[in-house]
């Protein structure tokens, strides 16, 4: 189980942040790693709403729940074995078990308005930006 | 059980640099090897790609897999939190003589990369009936 809070909005972080955004303009590859929470996220800003992306391989609709409150995103679910009892592993890299991402975003979002596709194992949250900030459950579809 | 046979019938990761086909960054895709029934299972985490983006070769005990997987989004966009990268999955490995090579099978489902590698018939573990006299 992972339990990550981000973007603590300290002035120093928010420099830090701002001095990330710029270095990204010369470095487009650098990465702050996830540390081990699953899944790694990638966050970014189209105009008047964020997009949310996460590579969930192997993970159906089923799978997956995100909620919306306020800025809080959160990302739980769990990934379960494909593989029968008999099963003699060799080597295991792909990780199994339940899993939960907290995301503190930079604005409040529109929950209402949240949308999330998967498609070949690439997870895309829509967070229309909002001053409105109540819980909701958002229905995943699959396009 | 010959075990001398069994010890071949495997599928080993390699550090080899696989040839690179075209620019840009590539990762190594997480992978499970496992060994169920009469095949061993490779599966490889290969988020958006498709079966039209993948290719397998497999060449004098050398597998290989390579999935292409086109940027998504802006290049330019403003990054509000990015934790990992996308480009293509390349990862080789070592295949044992106890695999039948001509007959592994490939599907992809969802990200995943399913390869299926039937083991030789001198590999499979039979059972012998001892008849009585």
């Known amino acids: 189980m992972f339990a990550l809070q981000r973007f603590p909005f300290t002035p120093a972080l928010e420099l830090r942040r701002e001095m990330d955004r710029l270095l990204n303009t010369f470095l487009p590859e650098m990465f702050e790693p996830a540390g081990g929470a699953y899944p790694a996220l990638n966050v970014w800003e189209d105009g008047e709403r964020l997009v949310a992306e996460a590579e969930v391989p192997g993970l159906a609709l089923s799978d997956l729940e995100i909620l919306v409150r306020g800025n809080e995103l959160t990302i739980q679910g769990a990934r379960k074995g494909a593989n029968g009892e008999d099963a003699v592993y060799h080597r295991r890299e792909r990780g199994t078990g339940e899993f939960v991402r907290h995301l503190t975003l930079p604005t409040e979002i529109d929950a209402d308005k949240v949308e999330a596709t998967l498609k070949d194992g690439v997870l895309t949250i829509v967070l229309p930006k909002s001053e409105q900030a109540r819980a909701r459950r958002i229905t995943v579809k699959s396009n | 059980m010959n075990h001398e046979t069994q010890s071949e019938c495997k599928l080993t990761?390699?550090?080899?640099?696989?040839?690179?086909?075209?620019?840009?960054?590539?990762?190594?895709?997480?992978?499970?090897?496992?060994?169920?029934?009469?095949?061993?299972?490779?599966?490889?985490?290969?988020?958006?790609?498709?079966?039209?983006?993948i290719d397998i070769q497999y060449e004098r005990g050398t597998l290989t897999i390579a999935a292409r997987v086109a940027p998504r989004g802006d290049p330019h966009r403003t990054w509000v939190l990015r934790e990992y990268g996308v480009g293509d999955f390349v990862r080789t490995f070592q295949v044992g003589e106890g695999i039948d090579a001509q007959k592994i099978s490939a599907e992809v489902r969802d990200g995943v990369l399913t390869l299926h590698l039937p083991k030789a018939e001198s590999a499979r573990t039979r059972k012998i009936t001892v008849r009585g006299g």
Do not use: K, M
Not at chain 2, 16 to 39: F, H, K, N, S, W
């Open chain 2, 13 to 53: 990761t390699t550090s080899a640099e696989p040839e690179r086909t075209r620019g840009g960054r590539t990762y190594v895709p997480a992978v499970d090897i496992l060994e169920q029934g009469d095949e061993l299972l490779l599966r490889a985490d290969v988020p958006g790609a498709r079966a039209d983006d």
